[in-house]
Nanobody, 126 residues
Framework: QLQLVESGGGLVQAGGSLRLACAAS????????MGWFRQAPGEEREFVAS????????YYGDSVKGRFTVSRDYAKKSVFLQMNSLKPEDTAVYYC???????????????????WGQGTQVTVSS
């Protein structure tokens, strides 16, 4: 079973930066699409970013576009999320996830992602 572990969350002041990492272990697929989602208390899970196995298809949610950057390190079997210009509205638990297949019509849907990490808390203060 593929396992995903997020790290890098914490408390940061508005305007600051954090770099999240997601390390994969166990079974992996060359066709994996790795994504980031976030969920605030009482809110639905929101798509943040995704990247395919070669890195040539990258998507960002509208709320983070221009501020966040997703990348992969195949040697370390990891995906990263560089978050800049953080705002209090970015406060949430951030999850990494893996989908075996997505398209430009459904990449944003949590239901397409079959493997999930436990999440890491990101808190942005005013």
């Amino acid at each position: 079973q593929l396992q995903l572990v997020e790290s890098g969350g914490g408390l940061v002041q508005a305007g600051g930066s954090l770099r999240l990492a997601c390390a994969a272990s166990g079974r992996t697929f060359i066709t994996d699409v790795m994504g980031w989602f976030r969920q605030a208390p009482g809110e639905e899970r929101e798509f943040v970013a995704s990247i395919n196995w070669r890195g040539y298809e990258i998507y960002y949610g509208d709320s983070v576009k221009g501020r966040f950057t997703v990348s992969r390190d195949y040697a370390k079997k990891s995906v990263f999320l560089q978050m800049n210009s953080l705002k209090p509205e970015d406060t949430a638990v951030y999850y990494c996830a893996v989908a075996l297949r997505v398209s430009d019509d459904n990449y944003y849907s949590p239901s397409m992602y079959k493997f999930w990490g436990q999440g890491t808390q990101v808190t942005v203060s005013s």
